[in-house]
């Protein structure tokens, strides 16, 4: 069959765009692989809080799927175009329009197939070690992995839907096109875009809109909406800066006689000028692809860097119970019974008396109760006594005078006035009984006050009782004592921690967001690869004959060299600039988000945040260089195809 040996040899010929695509969307077929046998070849579900870790493996696995979707059209158009001549020549020589679409056909079942057998191998390979790394993240040595054809199924599903979407979308490029267009479309040269002020300028107040409200999002219930509306702004604006504004830079440059008519330079600001419309859009998705990546790893990362941190925040104790009354003698004795029967060994009960929380805001000096979008923080009270005897001290404090304990508010002043009444306040870094009520997102604020009748005044709230032991035993038994206690006691889940139990919820939490960041990091990670190689390679090929002419004319081997740098450079140059400047802006916005899962340690976010930006910077120069060496190869040797 003529068509069939027709497709074999453009896969081929063209093995250095045919290399790549069968490599990335192999590489997309296991990282959806593994998505896949870790939700249905796992027991995952059964296992303690397996449900969230389920439910996020799930959310990871739609969002690689979207991106492999739009990554592999990306590619396939421009595969297209430099097919364009191979079809155009075929159709000079007598093929119909359905010997080109069955060619297309072929070609592209050939690229499914390829790369199905190849993910789906190295998929089940790699999947046993992220097996036993998702296990390890989740701590869960109950958890493990089988095999069912399910989750080969689903993968050559999806990615069957993937292809037939772009044979489809092939077939359209073949509608409206003849012959002489079909030979011509692939050399077809970009006219210079016009300056577009205007835009220009537009798209640069709207990506300081975007960096604006990430920077001033405060830990509220709001955050996430605000993040998003940021991410928004930041998207359009960059997209609009990187193809208009840089359109404008490029002219600026051209215009400036010094700088423009210097081989490297008169080369590579021509040439980028002539594609700058499509150029822009491609710096555009690679910055902010990079950014996804840094954002990504950096929250994921640091959320299990400081669960330790968080879980000791939610709970002094190993055991902690809040109520509204003291706990009974029956109630203590039915604990007592219950830890004789797990061989549990208790220390003695702690119990701390506040004032219920109320939630407000801080604005400047002063606290207001409220409850609405900018709530950011709970206030209870206590007296003095308590305190000192708690933390062993010995403060002293006249009536208008109080200590504060605001873990992650930074609060400097002086003063503080709560419900009309102004005290002289002393922080103070540490507090024993400090506790999250109610698992809450907002801020805890102790206020220690000269005695109760102060306390209690400062916030009219009826007293609750925290009452807190730590445990010993083994780790089985002291997780089966919690939930025991929790279920004869009939203690409602908000009022009630325990350290092992809420150590299970948070990694089978962060550890999945870890696990799919990693992940979704790789599938970035190609994706930007990939945008850059055929952007590389596609520019290659429609620069040659340029490079070629102007060689003949005395363009020396060390000038090409110079001006292919020159060029390469600026567009490796711009996106990672702008990645890591979106990061900067992004990272309050981060801490803000992070905050409302008790996160206060900047230091951890700001170690992980350089970690990944080094990690992603090498990574990218790795990728500079190899996509470098192949424009070269292309525009020095007229005849590579």
Not at 502 to 518: E, N, Q, W, Y
């Amino acid at each position: 069959m003529i068509q069939l040996k027709l497709a074999l040899h453009n896969l081929v010929k063209s093995k250095n765009q045919s290399l790549p695509f069968i490599f990335s969307n192999s590489m997309w077929v296991i990282i959806t692989y593994i998505f896949l046998s870790m939700i249905y070849n796992t027991n995952i579900k059964t296992n303690s809080y397996g449900t969230v870790a389920n439910y996020i493996l799930k959310l990871g696995l739609v969002f690689v799927i979207l991106i492999a979707a739009l990554s592999t059209f990306y590619a396939e158009r421009l595969l297209s175009k430099q097919r364009m001549q191979e079809l155009g020549l075929y159709s000079m020589l007598g093929l119909t329009k359905r010997h080109l679409r069955q060619i297309i056909l072929l070609e592209n079942s050939l690229f499914y197939m390829i790369c199905i057998i190849i993910g789906s191998t190295l998929g089940m390979t790699f999947s046993k070690l992220a097996f036993m790394s998702l296990k390890s993240l989740l701590g869960a040595s109950s958890l493990h992995q089988s095999f069912t054809l399910l989750p080969l199924l689903y993968v050559a599903v999806i990615f069957a839907g993937i292809f037939i979407l772009i044979i489809l979308f092939d077939f359209w490029g073949l509608r409206k096109v003849n012959p002489i267009n079909l030979w011509a479309k692939s050399s077809q040269p970009e006219k210079e875009p016009k300056s577009h002020i205007l835009l220009a300028v537009l798209g640069i107040i709207i990506l300081l809109i975007g960096y604006y409200i990430s920077v001033t999002v405060r830990p509220t219930g709001a955050a996430f909406g605000q993040f998003i509306i940021a991410i928004m702004f930041v998207v359009v604006g960059s997209y609009l800066v990187f193809i208009t504004a840089s359109i404008s830079l490029l002219k600026a440059l051209k215009k400036n006689q010094n700088y423009y008519y210097k081989p490297n330079h008169f080369i590579s600001v021509s040439n980028m000028l002539y594609r700058m419309k499509q150029n822009g859009a491609g710096l555009a998705s690679i910055s902010l692809l990079c950014t996804s990546i840094l954002v990504a790893l950096i929250a994921s990362v640091s959320l299990v860097a400081g669960q330790k941190n968080l879980i000791n925040l939610w709970s002094p104790r190993d055991i902690q119970i809040v109520s509204k009354a003291p706990l009974s003698t029956t109630e203590n004795q039915t604990i007592h019974r219950l830890a004789n029967n797990y061989q549990i060994t208790m220390s003695q009960p702690q119990t701390l008396i506040v004032t219920t929380p109320v939630m407000g805001a801080l604005s400047g000096n002063q606290f207001n109760s409220q409850f609405n979008t900018k709530t950011e923080y709970t206030l209870s009270s206590l007296d003095l006594k308590q305190y000192n005897h708690l933390q062993n001290t010995n403060y002293h404090l006249k009536n208008n005078e109080a200590l504060l304990y605001a873990p992650g508010s930074n609060y400097s002043q002086r003063h503080l006035t709560i419900r009309g009444r102004t005290f002289k306040v002393k922080p103070v870094q540490r507090f024993n009984g400090a506790f999250v009520y109610s698992h809450t997102i907002y801020k805890s604020i102790f206020i220690v006050a000269a005695n109760k009748t102060i306390a209690k005044q400062l916030n009219p709230q009826p007293y609750i009782y925290a009452q807190g032991f730590n445990t010993h035993g083994t780790k089985r038994h002291q997780k089966q004592f919690a939930k025991t206690v929790q279920k004869t006691l009939n203690i409602d889940p908000g009022n009630f921690t325990s350290k092992y139990i809420m150590r299970d919820l948070l990694k089978a939490m962060f550890g999945s967001l870890l696990f799919m960041g990693i992940l979704i990091s790789i599938v970035m990670i190609c994706a930007t690869t990939m945008i850059i190689y055929y952007k590389q390679v596609s520019e290659g090929y429609a620069d040659k004959d340029h490079y070629h002419i102007m060689s003949k004319i005395g363009l020396s081997k060390k000038e090409t060299k110079k001006a292919i740098q020159s060029q390469v450079l600026t567009v490796f140059t711009l996106p990672i600039i702008g990645a890591v400047l979106n990061l900067i802006f992004a990272l309050p916005a981060i801490k803000s988000v992070l905050t409302i899962f008790s996160m206060y340690n900047s230091k951890i976010l700001l170690i992980v945040s350089l970690l990944t930006i080094s990690v992603l910077i090498i990574s990218y120069m790795l990728i500079y260089l190899a996509t470098t060496t192949m424009y070269r190869r292309i525009v020095e040797n007229p005849s590579t195809d």
